[in-house]
């Protein structure tokens, strides 16, 4: 009996499918973040440097201790460590989707300040970052120049020098990554016979 009316009149039908799809799409714009779940387990990341050394002396000096120290941390499901022949370190620690990402990393800063003792003094005077991160990526941000006055190596460098501290301080935001970055290099050439 209902479907008469509107096999009668397709000017209704049409009008209701489409206020009932933009009363869809308004109801969907409006749904609040919290009521969608976590889909990726929060992180807590360590870094430092030790200046000149292998990535073989970082892993022996500064890997071992620290990740025999973090190790068991509460809700931790597991940590992965990278050592640069930079003698860079960054070590990610994942928990179980649900736990507190504040309380998260002061557990892993505490259990840091445990195993600082153990470190070079090297690592000891340049510190020991720990800050939390999301793995989920929320946002790319392109650089471009109008009318290609500046070149790649150009905005490279300007991004690094003047943006992308300002968005990490950014409240919120956890982490910020230049992917296709272009440095600045200088080659030196020594004259022997004057050294």
């Known amino acids: 009996m209902i479907s008469g009316v ?10 209701i499918a489409i206020l009932i799809t933009l009363a869809g799409v308004l109801s969907a714009l409006r749904i609040p973040l919290a009521q969608f779940p976590d889909i990726v387990p929060p992180q807590v990341i360590v870094s430092t440097t030790v200046p000149g050394a292998s990535a073989q002396v970082v892993e022996a000096t500064v890997a071992q201790p620290l990740e025999g120290q973090i190790v068991g941390v509460d809700q931790m499901i597991y ?6 022949n930079d003698g860079s370190y960054g070590l990610t620690v994942s928990f179980q989707l649900g736990s507190n990402p504040d309380v998260d990393t002061v557990n892993v800063n505490n259990r840091v300040q445990q195993a600082l003792a153990k470190l070079p003094p090297e690592v000891q005077r340049n510190g020991v970052i720990v800050r939390k991160r999301s793995t989920a990526i929320l946002e790319f941000l ?4 109008e009318g290609g006055k500046q070149d790649p190596l150009f905005i490279s460098n300007y991004v690094t020098i003047n943006v992308l501290d300002r968005l990490v301080r950014t409240l919120g935001v956890g982490d910020a990554q230049l992917f296709g970055r272009l440095d600045y290099s200088m080659r030196i050439w020594f004259d022997t016979s004057r050294l």
């Not at 392109?142 to 120049?145: D, H, I, N």
Request: proline residues 5%; glycine residues 4%.
């Open 79 to 84: 940590m992965k460590s990278n050592s640069g």
């Open 6 to 15: 509107f096999i009668d009149r397709p000017r209704l039908a049409i009008v």
């Open 142 to 145: 392109q650089f471009y120049s």
